[in-house]
């Protein structure tokens, strides 16, 4: 299983007013577009957006998107803050 971080890169972009959640996350995911998804369908981005609009989460050129090999505890499906706590808005 992999693990991966996603950090916000662009903190003004306007996607960022539709997300719960604003800071780095860490996914067990075995892809980082599916680490993406499950960031954005956690973030309560949905009860918030405006139609057509795109999650923070799943874009690239708002929110990086890595591999991170020293975190090595999460399952599948997991998505955590910094300090290990998980969330879904």
Do not use: I
Not at 20 to 35: L, R
Not at 57 to 64: A, G, I, K
Request: aromatic residues 8%; proline residues 6%; glycine residues 6%.
């Amino acid at each position: 299983m992999n693990v991966y971080r996603l950090d916000p890169v662009d903190r003004g972009h306007a996607s960022w007013a539709f997300s719960k959640e604003k800071n780095s996350v860490w996914v067990g995911s075995p892809t980082a577009d599916k680490a993406r998804d499950l960031a954005a369908a956690r973030s309560g981005f949905d009860d918030l957006a405006t139609p057509g609009a795109v999650s923070p989460w799943n874009n690239s050129t708002v929110t990086s998107c890595v591999l991170d090999p020293t975190l090595k505890l999460l399952k599948e499906g997991d998505v955590v803050r910094q300090d290990g706590s998980e969330f879904e808005y």
